[in-house]
């Protein structure tokens, strides 16, 4: 994961989970959330897709880490949240 190109495995996600540092981007005319966990903004993601709206972008603010949608699949399965 130390190469920027490279797309972060399912399990480094997992392991990410708890760090902080993380924004979520979405459509809305609000600003973003700004230095959440990992788990805090993927959790929110789910809670937008539940509702039918786009789950939004989360990127890392240190790095340009950016989870598509299959990654946050991944995770909400990781925390047990229905698909």
């Known amino acids: 994961m ?11 996600l997992i392991k990410l989970l708890p760090t902080s540092g993380w924004v979520l981007n ?3 005319k609000t600003d973003p959330e700004k230095d959440s966990t990992l788990e805090e903004l ?11 709206e786009h789950p939004g ?11 598509d949608l299959i990654q946050l699949q991944h995770l909400w399965e990781y925390l047990g949240l229905p698909m």
């Open 42 to 52: 993927v959790r929110k993601t789910h809670t937008r897709h539940e509702k039918g």
């Open 26 to 28: 979405t459509d809305d």
């Open 2 to 12: 130390n190469d920027p190109k490279t797309k972060p495995t399912p399990e480094e």
């Open 57 to 67: 972008l989360i990127s890392r603010i240190e790095t340009v880490i950016e989870l």
